[in-house]
């Protein structure tokens, strides 16, 4: 009884730890009011039971859900070119020793000189481009004081033995949601948009840590 009961909390552990994680900095807030007050006064109309006909569905408070469409893409170049030369020259003439021109140490001639060049050239060259296009649904969780909407959220997917996750946060104006409740990513003030991943494919994508030692800084070779 004690093997089939350690057998099976093995496979609970095993399919906990194959599920997708959760980000507490990405989850979603439960509005304050989550239901309308239950008291009858017997009126025909009701506190908290009002419908608005000619309101639109745009989020606008806590606990409202928003669509933000990903549409980032970013081109990046960067060119450098230095060069930087230096000659130097230095002499010494043959000094007067006691009076005597042409002095001698030693039998050897004390008139000598010194040149060097330096001269350095370097050139670099960096080009990156990043495309992200998607919707993520996210909610609202925090209105500002002046009528912005805080707002974040993440989609987790599992695919192919591997979780990939795609994180939203930021600040939204209610003037740039649509009549469809989206929002595009570009109007998304302080932005926080992450893609990520966990699962063998993205391990196998890593740089192992011994080899991170060999192509930092501070190894010498």
Known sequence: MKRITLLLLSLILVGCGNMPKHDPAFAPVAPEALRPPSNFNGAIYQSGYDIRLFEDQRARKIGDILTVN????TDAKKDADLEVTKDNSTSVSVPTLFGKPNAKIFGLEMETSLESAHEFRGEGESNQSNSLTGDVTVSVVDVLPNGNLKIRGEKRVTLNQGHEYIRVAGIVRPVDIDATNTVPSTKVAD?????????????????PWLTRIFNSLFFPF
């Open 70 to 73: 990903l549409v980032e893409q």
């Open 191 to 207: 932005a926080t948009i992450m893609y990520t991943g966990d699962g063998a494919l993205a391990d196998s994508s890593r740089i």
